[in-house]
């Protein structure tokens, strides 16, 4: 089964500047979400953008498509240390069936 | 809070117990999961209920065993269980499996076998 892998799978950087992450993954998707989660706690829903998208934005946070590379990036814009998170992309495949990747560990220094 | 509650938080049990972990979503949604996530590994998709039946059994050793009463409840029994077993267990839920649409997490449980 296919899986998002995230990269970095780590990033530290420092508050007010901005974070990118990509998730590259393998076969044909309907969709791709970005998931957050806080240390130990569950996952939280971020953004989902379809296969006929190619950019998506909420908040603080845009995410772009690119089907043919096969490739989607997060972006959050003028970070905050709460914003300090793992970051999962995962993707979803024709029948829907969701495959989540590693995940970004994303450290936002105050 | 994301509407999707899992008991006990935090479980440890030695390999010849039995113990269950408990999942209730109060969103309404026809879909539930079981999730397994080990450290530094992707998240591992155990079960998939819809509309109380199960559509998804990704390979699971028998040890774990889900029960889904109702569209609201899921289970998830464990029997003689490995120390390589102990993780977050997450549940989720969604509108339905066939939509894409996104899933709500609960807390966890946080299962140490010894």
């Known amino acids: 089964s296919q899986q998002g892998e995230e990269d970095p799978q780590a990033l530290s950087i420092q508050e007010g500047e901005n974070a990118t992450m990509n998730c590259s993954y393998k076969t044909s998707i309907n969709n791709l979400q970005w998931y957050r989660q806080n240390s130990g706690r569950g996952l939280v829903h971020l953004i989902l953008i379809r296969s006929n998208e190619r950019e998506k934005h909420s908040g603080r946070l845009r995410v772009t498509l690119d089907t043919s590379k096969k490739s989607s990036s997060l972006l959050i814009t003028a970070s905050r240390a709460a914003d300090t998170a793992s970051y999962f992309c995962?993707?979803?495949?024709?029948?829907?069936?969701?495959?989540f990747g590693a995940g970004t560990r994303l450290t936002v220094k105050p | 809070e994301t509407g999707v509650t899992q008991t006990p938080r935090h479980l440890v049990m030695g390999m010849t117990n039995k113990k269950s972990l408990k999942c209730e979503q109060h969103l309404g949604h026809n879909a539930m999961y079981w999730y397994k996530q080990s450290a530094k590994k992707p998240l591992e998709l155990m079960f998939v209920?819809?509309?109380?039946?199960?559509?998804e059994n990704n390979s699971v050793p028998s040890r774990f065993s889900p029960e889904c009463p109702n569209s609201s409840h899921l289970f998830l029994h464990l029997h003689t269980l490995q120390p390589e077993d102990s993780a977050l267990y997450l549940c989720?839920?969604?509108?339905?499996?066939?939509?894409?649409?996104?899933?709500?997490f609960g807390p966890g449980t946080r299962l140490t076998v010894t």
């Open positions: 995962a993707t979803g495949d024709l029948n829907n069936d969701m495959r």
């Open positions: 989720a839920s969604s509108q339905d499996k066939n939509s894409a649409v996104e899933q709500y």
């Open positions: 209920y819809n509309f109380k039946e199960q559509t």
